[in-house]
Nanobody
Framework: QVQVAESGGGLVQAGESLRLSCAAS????????MGWFRQAPGKSREILAS????????YYADSVKGRCTLSRHDPKNTVHLQMNNLTPEDTGIYYC?????????????????????WGRGTQVSVSS
């Protein structure tokens, strides 16, 4: 079964860090773009970061640029989002997703409609 599953969320204080993980199964994630999205309370889902297959091309939204690093470990079919210096505005449900089409060594998509496999999400809560 083709699926992705997030882990690593939790409750932290402002200024702390979290590392979210996304485990893919049922497909070879190495040739697809993988993205991380966030849905904050009362807001629509937004993209935070994405990484193309092949590993080197990434995109970061302005809201996380400089604070987050997206990496992938293809032998284990996993993707990681390292988030530093968290603020209460980072609170929300974080989703991992796989691109609809193969995206290899080219700019990864940045809109949610181009991702077709979604996890159930992991809650991140940041207290002030």
């Amino acid at each position: 079964q083709v699926q992705v599953a997030e882990s690593g969320g939790g409750l932290v204080q402002a200024g702390e860090s979290l590392r979210l993980s996304c485990a893919a199964s049922g497909f070879a994630s190495a040739i697809y773009a993988m993205g991380w999205f966030r849905q904050a309370p009362g807001k629509s889902r937004e993209i935070l970061a994405s990484i193309a297959g092949g590993g080197n091309i990434t995109y970061y939204a302005d809201s996380v640029k400089g604070r987050c690093t997206l990496s992938r470990h293809d032998p284990k079919n996993t993707v990681h989002l390292q988030m530093n210096n968290l603020t209460p505005e980072d609170t929300g449900i974080y989703y991992c997703a796989r691109s609809k089409d193969v995206v290899y060594r080219t700019q990864p998509p940045t809109i949610s409609s181009l991702y077709s496999i979604w996890g159930r999400g992991t809650q991140v809560s940041v207290s002030s």
